[in-house]
């Protein structure tokens, strides 16, 4: 259950195994969105560290939540009273708001552990990249036939229909469907920037500038074929 609210934690990823129920929550980062060039491997961990203790204090959620009901009541007022200045403390209000979201986090693992199941995050870089904690993860959720020796009997992993590639792990199959989802993940994004550039006016210029240096180049080109066909 969620500490702060009245419904459950929906987790990324959930399973069962021996009696312990294990619920993940996968979280991806890029050093491009940080102001601070941080290594990836210490922005992950800061998140992991986030992920199960928390952060802030119950003190600073109150604080900020207080915080928020004034501006947002101040907001409120300004714009009963249509007053000039209703728009901008309605943006303060909504910051104030995020501000107040942000503030305090519990954390999961001790929920977790409580009831007797287990936290764990699962840190990536924005190509794939598996973070400490995404390595720890993994082993939590192999398929029990990836620990015995090549010539130990026991069930192995078998992909069966759900892969077009051979594996001869569950690790293996695992890393490879991570790596193939980032990719479709990574050319749907750059279909939709595509997509969203080709509407600015400014793109539009551009491709037609582009067509018209193409279609001369392409002339002089001709030009010169022609030319050396002449001469030969």
């Given at each position: 259950?969620?500490?702060?609210?009245?419904?459950?934690?929906?987790?990324?990823l959930a399973w069962r195994r021996n009696g312990k129920t294990c619920g993940t929550d996968i979280h991806a980062h890029s050093c491009s969105d940080h102001a601070l060039a941080r290594p990836i491997a210490a922005l992950i961990e800061t998140h992991d560290r986030i992920k199960c203790e928390g952060r802030g204090s119950m003190?600073?959620?109150?604080?900020?939540?207080?915080?928020?009901?004034?501006?947002?009541?101040?907001?409120e007022a300004a714009?009963?009273?249509?007053?000039?200045?209703?728009?901008?403390?309605?943006?303060?209000?909504?910051l104030?708001?995020?501000q107040a979201e942000k503030v305090h986090h519990p954390g999961y693992s001790a929920c977790a552990v409580a009831t007797g199941n287990a936290f764990l995050p699962a840190g990536f870089s924005e190509f794939a990249g598996y973070g400490s904690s995404a390595k720890d993860m993994l082993k939590e959720i192999l398929h029990e036939g990836d620990s015995l020796e090549p010539d130990e009997e026991g069930e192995r992993f078998d992909g069966g229909a759900a892969a077009t590639w051979a594996t001869r792990s569950h690790r293996a199959f695992l890393t490879h469907s991570v790596a193939v989802a980032a990719a479709k993940a990574a050319y749907r994004a750059v279909v939709r920037e595509t997509d969203r550039r080709a509407q600015q006016p400014s793109a539009k210029k551009i491709a037609a500038d582009f067509r018209v240096v193409s279609a001369m180049d392409k002339a002089r080109r001709l030009k010169g074929q022609n030319t050396a066909m002449l001469n030969a």
């Open positions: 259950m969620d500490p702060l609210g009245s419904g459950p934690v929906v987790p990324d003190e600073a959620l109150h604080r900020a939540a207080i915080n928020a009901v004034a501006a947002e009541a101040a907001a714009r009963a009273a249509a007053q000039s200045n209703a728009n901008a403390l309605t943006n303060t209000a909504r104030a708001r995020n």
